[in-house]
């Protein structure tokens, strides 16, 4: 039991390249959630997805799209990636009522 | 306003005393509360969550809520050296189903 999983692990990437950061849990849960973490801001919620084919944006959701391609799967894409978008990027699946546990998180760098 | 407070820290403390972590909240109709533990460069671990007004121990540490004064603290009893980390409160507000964080509490347990 993995719980959630997240790759990668690190990427750097030029301004206005485009990457997706993938994220999977096998606990079942319905909810999903990516939140970025910059320092002295905590961690922000970008998008949510309460259960398999919907999706809600979150506090910060500019720059960012995502997709649930299944109860497992939620993944983010940054389509031109901007120096603003330097951060750490978490994933979190939710066990009911409200419980969250979150993915080790991708740190990525836009030069 | 911020939904969540926390003081940023540091917090030292010497090895075998009680770390006492608080926060306060702002939307009074908040119902969970939760505490999570993060080392340097890892995510986000669940360490208690707390529904109800008074206390909750849970081996050395102790979750309290006081939802008429909006806060929320957190102690750790016969701190170590392991503690060291940042602390992190996080509540869900009435009509949200995601979590809003603080920005951390950064405790350092001396030997």
């Known amino acids: 039991n993995a719980g959630v999983t997240q790759t990668p692990k690190f990427q750097v990437l030029k301004t206005g390249q485009s990457m997706t950061l993938q994220c999977a849990q096998d606990?079942?849960?319905?909810?999903m959630y990516w939140y970025r973490q910059d320092p002295g801001m905590g961690l922000r919620l970008i998008y949510y997805?309460?259960?398999?084919?919907?999706?809600d944006k979150g506090e910060v959701p500019n720059g960012y799209n995502v997709s649930r391609l299944n109860k497992r799967e939620f993944s983010l894409r940054l389509e031109s990636a901007a120096p603003s978008q330097t951060s750490v990027y978490f994933c979190?699946?939710?066990?009911?009522?409200?419980?969250?546990?979150f993915g080790p998180g991708t740190r990525l760098t836009v030069l | 306003q911020k939904e969540v407070e926390q003081n940023s820290g540091p917090l030292s403390v010497p090895e075998g005393a009680i770390a006492s972590l608080n926060c306060t909240y702002s939307?009074?109709?908040?119902?969970?509360f939760f505490w999570y533990r993060q080392y340097s460069g890892k995510s986000p671990e669940l360490i208690m969550f707390?529904?109800?007004?008074g206390d909750k121990e849970d081996g050395r540490f102790t979750a309290q809520l006081n939802k008429a004064s909006q806060y929320v603290s957190l102690l750790i009893r016969d701190s170590q050296p392991s503690d060291s980390a940042t602390y992190l409160c996080?509540?869900?507000?009435?009509?949200?189903?995601?979590?809003?964080f603080g920005t951390g509490t950064r405790l350092t347990v001396i030997p």
């Open positions: 996080a509540v869900i507000p009435p009509g949200a189903n995601n979590l809003f």
């Open positions: 979190a699946s939710r066990r009911p009522p409200d419980t969250q546990y």
């Open positions: 707390i529904y109800s007004n």
């Open positions: 606990m079942n849960h319905n909810s």
């Open positions: 939307d009074r109709g908040s119902q969970s």
């Open positions: 997805s309460a259960s398999e084919g919907t999706t």
